[in-house]
C-alpha cells in the first residue's frame, strides 16, 4: 500500500472533521478520537454537538454493521473503547453545560451471569444516545437491582443474560418488582444471546433488545410515550 | 491411536449427552446457584442427571464442570476451590460410567471463562492458559478419559485452553468446539472454516459445533468444517432449539423426534460424534441413540434445512474510508 498521506486535523473542515471521526470510531483509533475531539471543541464546537455528529453518529454505523454482520464483537468492543476515550474527555463537560439527558437507566448482568459484553455495549451505546447510565456490572440479585433504583430512581431498567441457566433470574427479579409495588415505574428491556421476544414477554419484561442498536431504538420509543404520558 | 479414536473407529458413531444446567434446576438447583458447587455438595444429584444419560444411550458424558475455571467460580466465591470441585465433578460422572452395563467415556467439560483477552479485554492469554491448565489438572485427576473445551466463542481462547489441557495430560484426547450463534459464525466473529483451519494441527482428537441458536446455522458450519479438514473427526451437540417460558418453566422447541431426525443428518453428512446441549435431555439423547443405532425408524418431522455457511473472511465492510489515516 502507498504511504498515506499526512492527515493535519487543524487544516480540515468541519465535515471532514466529523466524517474522520466517525471513520475512526469504526476502526477503534481511541488516540486519535481524544485528539479530533479535542480539536472539535477547540474550534468552538459545543460538547453535545461533538457527541452527537461524531461519537453517536460513528457509533450508530458501527452499531448497524453489527446488527447487519459485518462487523462482530472484536470492532464492536474496540469502537467501543475509542468511544469511551472520546467520553472521558466529553462526559465532564457536558455536566457542567447541563446537556439534556434523554433518560436514565440502571443496567446489569443477572446473577449466575458474569458475561457483560453485550451488557457493556448496551450501556456504551445508550450513553451515546444520551442516556444517564448507571451501570452494575455483573452477577446481580434482585436486591442489588432494588437497591440501585432505590438510589437512582431510572426511567429503565436493562438485564442481560448468556446462559440459558441463570436466564430465568430475569423473572424473579420481575417479581420482585411486582412485590414492591415498582414494576409499573419502570421501563424494563431484558436481551442476551439465548433470549428472544416470546421470553420476554413471558416473564413481563416490556421488551427484548436483540442488540445494542436495538435497545437503544426500543428505549428512545418508550422514553417517548412516557414523556408523552406524563406531560 | 487414543481411547476416543478407538471408540469412534470400533462404533462408528457415538452418542454424547444432553443438557446439564436444565436437569439440575429440575432437581432442585437454585437459579443463579452454582452448579460445579453441586459436585460436592449434591454429588448424588449430579450422578443422578449422569446416569440418566447413560441409561437413555449416551456414550460419552461430559462433566458437570462447565464453569469450573477460577474466573467463573470467582462469582461464587469458589475461586480457590478449582481443583477440588473439577475432581469432584470428574468422579461424579466416572461413577455413573462405571456403573453401566454398556461402554462410557467421561469427557471433562471446560467452558469459557467469560473474561476477553487482550487488547478487547484485560485476560492475558498467559493467565488464561493457566486458567484452564488448573480446571483440567482437577478433571484429570478425577479420571476423566477425554478433555471437551466447549462453548468457545475467541479462537485464542480455545488455543489457550489447548495448552493448559495438554499442560494437565501428555496423552489424553482433547476436543473443541464453538458456538455458532451470530449470523452462523461464533460471538467473534469465527466461521467453521476458520476454526477448522486453526486448530486442526493442534493435535485434537475432534472438532466440532456446540449450543448455538438454531440447527440450520449449527449444520452449516459442520460442513465447512469437514470441508476444511476432511479427516478430522466432528462433534454435534447443537441445542433443541430456543428456550421458551411455558408458564413458569422453561421449555425448548427441539422434540426428541427433531433431535432424533437432526442426528440422523448431521451423521449422514459425516458427523461422528452426536449429542444435544440446551433443551436436550435424557428422552432427546434416547431417540437420538436409537435412530442413530437404526432400532427405530428416523422421524418424519420436518427440520429447517442447512444455512449457508458463513464465507471466510467476514464480510467487506460497507465503508470505504475517505481520509486516511498515516
Known sequence: ?231 | MNVLMDYVEQAGVLVLDGAMGTQLFARGLASGGSPEEWNLTQPERVQDVHRAYVEAGSQIILTNSFGGTRYRLKLHNLQERVVELNRAAAQNACAAAAASDHRVLVAGSMGPTGELLIPMGTMSYEECRAAFAEQARGLVEGGVDILWIETMSDLNEVKAAIEGAREASAEIPICATMSFDTHGRSMMGVTGEQLAQELAGLGLTAIGANCGNNLPDTEAALAAMHTAAPDMVLIAKANAGMPRFEGSKLAYDGTPQVMGAYADRVHRNGVQLIGGCCGSGPEHIHMMRQVLSGEVPVPQVSIAAPAEAAATPAPVRNRERRLRRG
Open chain 1, 1 to 231: 500500500m502507498s504511504e498515506a498521506e499526512e492527515i493535519v486535523l487543524s487544516e480540515l473542515t468541519l465535515e471532514d472533521l466529523y466524517e474522520l471521526m466517525k471513520e475512526d470510531l469504526y476502526d477503534g483509533l481511541a488516540a486519535e478520537i481524544v485528539e479530533e475531539v479535542n480539536e472539535a471543541l477547540s474550534r468552538g464546537q459545543t460538547p453535545y454537538e461533538v457527541l452527537t455528529y461524531g461519537l453517536v453518529g460513528g457509533m450508530e454505523i458501527v452499531g448497524n454493521d453489527f446488527r447487519d454482520g459485518i462487523l462482530f464483537v472484536p470492532e464492536v468492543l474496540m469502537a467501543a473503547k475509542a468511544m469511551k476515550a472520546g467520553m472521558f474527555i466529553l462526559r465532564p463537560l457536558l455536566a457542567e453545560t447541563g446537556a439534556q439527558k434523554i433518560g436514565s437507566m440502571v443496567i446489569g448482568t443477572i446473577k449466575g451471569d458474569i458475561h457483560d459484553i453485550g451488557k457493556n455495549l448496551v450501556a456504551m451505546m445508550m450513553e451515546g444516545a444520551g442516556f444517564e447510565v448507571f451501570d452494575l456490572g455483573i452477577n446481580n440479585s434482585a436486591e442489588a437491582y432494588l437497591e440501585a433504583i432505590a438510589q437512582h430512581n431510572p426511567d429503565i431498567l436493562g438485564m442481560s443474560a448468556l446462559l440459558t441457566t441463570t436466564m430465568p433470574y430475569m423473572k424473579v427479579v420481575i417479581d420482585t418488582l411486582k412485590e414492591k409495588g415498582i414494576r409499573q415505574d419502570l421501563i424494563v428491556l431484558v436481551g442476551g444471546a439465548p433470549l428472544n421476544e416470546a421470553f420476554a414477554e413471558a416473564i413481563e419484561a416490556d421488551a427484548y433488545c436483540r442488540d445494542a442498536a436495538v435497545a437503544v431504538e426500543t428505549a428512545k420509543k418508550f422514553m417517548q410515550i412516557r414523556k408523552g404520558v406524563q406531560i
